[in-house]
């Protein structure tokens, strides 16, 4: 398989225990990440990957860096037991640990960018409690039209937060318009709406007010071109340059992830396996979804990532 893509997740793939039986079988390789992690953000982060409780994990300004790191330790095994992609691109907090595998970002300058992240999307929820829901089912374009007579009609902030794939919409919004269009979205039959394991309403108009601040970090951090394709959540192409990278991080704070696009790209890229490097399956189950003829595969722990080995040096034969 000759064109392998990394698949990053993002915030509601976290897992309890993520990352430590790879530390356990690499030591050598991961600690090194682990307690730099460690230092640099000055808190047990490591310990939280590993030990953490589900709650623990539900904190965004926690959960954000310890995906990324879970996510960086799975794809540094990848890239250990040889597998190297030809493209990378993550969802959401996923685009900062594709940045860093394709070598425009430091692994310690995103580590930053993401805790930073968490704390003010923390932040922006405590002024104005949001949620995140998906909804199945039903076509993206009414899931809009719903978002938008809701907005309208009770002046709540509720907006399309993910296209995931033609069955999948995610909205993203202050709690009760949230909540609203879910039960809307259930009487025009949606086969089912679910409530998203996150702390803050991502990707929507409600975190425009952070985008000055974050926009602060941003600027303080080199970003470097791209060693290697990388697609961008915002705009579902390929970014070109770091300064379009920084660009285009600042502009996914309040933009819809485009990810059904963005699997389609790679797909027509001729893209032979999908790799998802860090904790749980929701891209493995999107790309299946969307591009059945393109092995997808989860690889976050020792086990999965064995297989993964496996069935693509099984290809090459």
Known sequence: MSRIAFLFPGQGSQVPGMASDLMDRYPGLLRPYFEKADEALGIELSRLCFEGDPEELRDTSVTQPAVYLASLAAATVLRDRGVRPAVVAGHSLGEYT?????????????LRLVRARGLLMSEVNRRTPGRMAAVIGLPA?????????????????????????????????????VDEVSRRAGEEGASHVAALKVGAPFHCSLMADIAAEFGEHLDAVTFTAPGLPVVANATAGYVHSGEEARELLRRQLSSPVRWQETLALLAAEEVSAFVEAGPGRVLTNLARAEHPAVAAMTAGTERQIGQAVEKLNAALV
Not at 160 to 177: E, H, K, L, M, P
């Open 98 to 110: 594709a940045l860093v595998c394709a070598g425009v970002l430091h692994w310690v300058d995103a």
């Open 141 to 177: 374009d009414r899931v809009r039209e719903l978002c938008d007579e809701v907005s309208r009609t009770r002046q709540l902030v509720v907006e399309v937060a993910n296209y995931n794939s033609a069955r999948q919409t995610v909205v993203s919004g202050v709690a009760d318009g």
